[in-house]
């Protein structure tokens, strides 16, 4: 395969709501010169927004259930951002999403820490060893000391932290940023809120007089003696440890203020890997691998309520993709023509002509494509380690209108299938089962039945609240125990038979007491 294309940064940004993630986002594609205006990125959803009605949930909560990927190119790179809804409800969506990034970064707000979700978060790059750069934001704000900041993500997350910069002062106090890789300070322009077009004065060292002029008087002193313990303390810069996702180096800033974002991308550009290798089936797929491979990470209906369109969002994993191309849908075996694929660009989306290892394509689609299909030029691969999570809440549905019954199932399978929910088809009764992670992807379902599918329904309590896969090598032990839980057994809708349980303590119960039977809270796509 040719190399002659700029090498590519695909990404993610990783936080709890409120830490900051859709300041950061949009400064990076200010500072990348993707956008040229501050605002853009929320203008941008709302115009999106008002388009259907499904995502008055999203106005209404204020939160995004979406993900998006926003493209740019700077300094000879190709920055792919995957935006991953930040709501802790929602987030099995997420979760797919970060299988299809080489790198995350972590937004850490200076007052509150480590949150729940940053955490959830980052156990799910781990489990994929994806490696994270840390920002920690809103240094113009009161918030914790640095080295309490940086040993709670040491000791939360037990991986080594490198500070690369330094914030001279906080909150009320805070002055400037101090580089520790290149020794300089970038101070605020003269317009405060507009970093970007301030000064990055060069230094010899922290204790050049020339920073002391430039910093307020009541910082100083408090700098001088953090930085000498700072300098000490700290692993120093390992690309390989930060690759490995045994180190996280940190940057300190400020989204709103425009504070160390540069400094962010610049690392970024420089110790981010590229595409990766991804798992699969028979061997991983290299990204200098000639055949075209992708996978479906995310599927989105509804982008236009007036037709049943969907987009399915496929990371591309080798080979270079031609517009035109017919790939392979694993499983299926389809040939599918891709002859509309999209480029989503930070205002904009276009025809994608070609595309490269890394980058994400939108395709078009009728409902063929599935989250965690596999598209290639090749018949015999398979991407996996795209997974299903063990919902935690079940519910039943129940018509208002029960003429509606083939209307429900459609819609039910269609929001299955872009992973919305979950659904389950119990061995006893008629009503189907949704199985959620989290509420908001109910009152999604609620609102999309009646706005997209004109069907009433309402959801019932279940004498169930969890379920796991269930697989045997023993087919008559498997068949044995099916047969003796009738009530609770149940096939997801693929047709893989599933147990639904009570509570975590009976799943506990029911597995201990059937040791030939693997019992599988995530169900992975193999
Ligand atoms: P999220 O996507 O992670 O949920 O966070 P978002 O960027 O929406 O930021 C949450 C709040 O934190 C916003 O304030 C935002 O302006 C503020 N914020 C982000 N970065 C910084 C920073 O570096 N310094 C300070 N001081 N604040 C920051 P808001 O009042 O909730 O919203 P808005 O009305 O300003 O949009």
């Known amino acids: 395969m040719s190399q002659n294309h700029p090498d590519r940064r695909t990404f993610a940004i990783i936080s709890h709501p409120d830490a900051g993630k859709t300041t950061l986002t949009e400064k990076l594609l200010v500072a990348g010169g993707a956008i040229h205006m501050a605002g853009e990125v929320k203008a941008r959803g709302q115009a999106r927004r008002a388009r259907s009605d499904w995502m008055k949930i999203e106005q209404q909560r204020g939160i995004s259930v979406t993900s998006s990927v926003m493209t740019f190119e700077h300094q000879g790179l190709v920055f792919n951002?995957?935006?991953t809804p930040g709501h802790e409800d929602f987030s099995e969506d997420t979760y797919r999403t970060l299988t299809a990034v080489d790198s995350a970064v972590m937004v850490i707000d200076a007052a509150k820490?480590?949150?729940?979700?940053?955490?959830?978060?980052?156990?799910v790059c781990r489990l994929r060893s994806v490696p994270i750069i840390t920002f920690i934001n809103k240094v113009d704000r009161e918030?914790?000391?640095?080295?309490?900041?940086?040993?709670?993500?040491?000791?939360?997350?037990?991986?080594?932290?490198c500070p690369m910069n330094w914030p001279v002062g906080m909150g009320g106090t805070f002055s400037g940023l101090y580089d520790l890789v290149e020794p300089s300070l970038a101070v605020p322009g003269k317009e405060a809120s507009r970093a970007f077009e301030g000064e990055r004065i060069a230094l010899t060292r922290h204790d050049d007089p020339k920073l002391a002029a430039a910093v307020d008087s009541r910082a100083l002193d408090q700098f001088n003696e953090e930085i000498e313990l700072a300098s000490a303390g700290y692993?120093?810069?390992?690309?390989?440890?930060?690759?490995?996702?045994?180190l996280t180096p940190v940057y300190f800033g400020s989204a709103l203020k425009e504070f160390g974002v540069v400094d962010l991308l610049a690392g970024l550009a420089a110790h981010a890997p590229g595409p990766q290798p991804q798992p699969a089936e028979p061997a991983p797929v290299r990204p200098d691998d000639d055949a075209v491979t992708g996978f479906v990470f995310k599927v989105q209906a509804n982008m236009n309520p007036a037709h049943r369109d969907r987009i399915a969002f496929m990371r591309l994993c080798s080979g270079k993709?031609?517009?035109g191309m017919r790939l392979t849908q694993g499983g299926t075996g389809k040939a599918i023509a891709i002859s509309r694929p999209m480029l989503f660009l930070a205002q904009d989306r276009e025809?994608?002509?070609?595309?490269?290892p890394g980058d994400i394509i939108g395709i078009p689609n009728h409902g063929t494509l599935r989250v965690g299909d596999t598209l290639s030029e090749r018949s015999d691969v398979m991407i996996t380690g795209l997974p299903n999570f063990a919902p935690e809440i079940l519910r039943r549905v129940a018509l208002v209108d029960p003429t509606k019954t083939k209307q429900l199932r459609k819609a039910l399978d269609d929001m299955a299938e872009e992973g919305i929910i979950q659904v389950f088809y119990p061995e006893i009764g008629a009503n189907m089962i949704v199985g959620v992670v989290g509420q908001l992807q109910l009152d999604v379902l609620i609102s999309r039945l009646e706005a997209e599918y004109k069907v009433e329904a309402k959801l019932e309590a279940s004498p169930w609240d969890t379920a796991r896969w269930i697989a045997s090598d023993d087919a008559a032990a498997l068949k044995q125990f099916q047969a003796d839980n009738r009530g609770a057994a149940a096939t997801?809708?693929?047709?893989?038979?599933?147990?639904?349980?009570?509570?975590?303590w009976e799943v506990g119960y029911v597995t201990q007491r059937n040791p030939s039977i693997r019992f599988t809270a995530t169900k992975e796509r193999v």
Request: glycine share 6%.
């Open 143 to 161: 918030g914790q000391s640095p080295f309490e900041l940086l040993d709670e993500v040491a000791d939360r997350l037990a991986l080594d932290v």
């Open 351 to 356: 025809m994608a002509e070609e595309a490269w």
């Open 235 to 246: 692993a120093s810069f390992d690309v390989d440890a930060y690759r490995n996702g045994d």
């Open 321 to 323: 993709f031609e517009r």
């Open 113 to 123: 820490g480590i949150e729940p979700q940053t955490l959830k978060l980052f156990e």
């Open 81 to 83: 951002l995957l935006d």
């Open 492 to 504: 997801d809708r693929d047709g893989a038979p599933v147990f639904m349980a009570k509570d975590a």
